[in-house]
C-alpha cells in the first residue's frame, strides 16, 4: 500500500506540474460553461422562480465545468502515447494501478480552481456564498472528477491512439448526460420518458446534492444521493481504469 501510494504521489506531481507552467487548459475548459452562465442566467427568473436564479445555475456550471474538463483528459493521453511518453512510463518501476489512480487525482485541481474562478465572479451579480455548503459540495464533486477521470483515460487506452474514436465517444454521451441531468434547464414539467432517462442518470442525483448543498443545507437526503452517485462513479471508474492499464501493459 505504501508503494502504491509513493508512485501516485509521483504520477499526481507528473501530471499536474505541465498544467501549473501553462494554465492554458484550464482556461479553455472554462470559457464555454462561462458562456452559458452569461447567457442562460439571464432567461432563468421566470423559469426557477424565488431569489437570485445564479444560486440554482452556479451549481450546474461548476458541475459542468467538472464534466468538461475531466471528460477530455483522455486526450492528453492519447498524445503521450503518439509521443511514446507513455510507453516509457509503463516501463518504469512504477506500479501499472498508480499511472491510472495518479492522472485521476490530479482531476481535482483544475476543478476546484475553475470553481473559485466562478464563483468570485457571480458574487457581483447576486449568488450568495455558503462556504460550508460549498466545501462539502466540492469534497463530493471530487470523488466524481476522480471516477470520471479515470474513465476518459480508459477511453484513450481502448482507441489506442485513434483520436476519432475518442472524440466520437465523449461527444455522443457528454451533451446527453448534461442536458438531461437539468443542468442547464429544470426538467421537472418535461415529458415523462425525459424524466425517466433523468432519473437513471447519475449526473443529475450530482447536480441536484450541489444545488441544496449551494443553498446552504447539508444534511438532506438529495445530498446523501448525490454522494452515493459521486461514490458509485468513482469506484466504478478507478476500477474500469485500472483493469484497462493492466490490459493495456500486458
Not at 112 to 139: D, E, K, N, Y
Not at 157 to 172: A, D, H, K, P, Y
Request: aromatic share 10%; glycine share 8%; proline share 6%.
Amino acid at each position: 500500500m505504501s508503494t502504491l501510494v509513493r508512485d501516485t504521489t509521483v504520477v499526481f506531481s507528473r501530471e499536474l506540474r505541465p498544467q501549473l507552467r501553462s494554465p492554458f487548459s484550464l482556461i479553455f475548459t472554462m470559457v464555454q460553461p462561462l458562456f452559458f452562465l452569461a447567457l442562460f442566467a439571464p432567461l432563468l427568473p421566470d423559469v426557477v422562480g424565488e431569489g437570485s436564479p445564479l444560486q440554482w445555475f452556479v451549481p450546474g456550471i461548476v458541475v459542468m465545468s467538472c464534466l468538461f474538463g475531466t471528460s477530455v483528459t483522455g486526450s492528453n493521453l492519447q498524445l503521450e502515447m503518439q509521443t511514446g511518453s507513455h510507453e516509457r512510463m509503463l516501463v518504469s518501476p512504477l506500479s501499472r494501478s498508480s499511472l491510472l489512480i495518479g492522472r485521476a487525482l490530479k482531476e481535482i485541481v483544475p476543478m476546484l480552481a475553475q470553481t473559485v474562478v466562478i464563483i468570485l465572479a457571480t458574487i457581483p451579480f447576486g449568488f450568495r456564498l455558503h462556504p460550508v455548503g460549498v466545501v462539502v459540495g466540492l469534497l463530493i464533486l471530487s470523488v466524481f472528477c476522480v471516477g470520471l477521470g479515470a474513465l476518459s483515460y480508459s477511453l484513450a487506452l481502448i482507441s489506442e491512439g485513434q483520436e476519432w474514436i475518442f472524440w466520437t465517444v465523449q461527444q455522443t454521451l457528454l451533451f446527453p448526460l448534461l442536458l438531461i441531468a437539468g443542468i442547464l434547464l429544470p426538467i421537472d414539467n418535461g415529458p415523462g420518458w425525459l424524466k425517466a432517462l433523468s432519473h437513471v442518470n447519475p449526473l443529475t442525483y450530482l447536480v441536484d446534492a450541489e444545488r441544496v448543498l449551494f443553498q446552504g443545507e447539508v444534511w438532506n437526503s438529495t445530498v446523501a444521493a448525490g454522494l452515493v452517485a459521486a461514490i458509485v462513479t468513482g469506484v466504478f471508474g478507478l476500477w474500469v481504469g485500472v483493469r484497462t492499464v493492466n490490459r493495456n501493459a500486458s
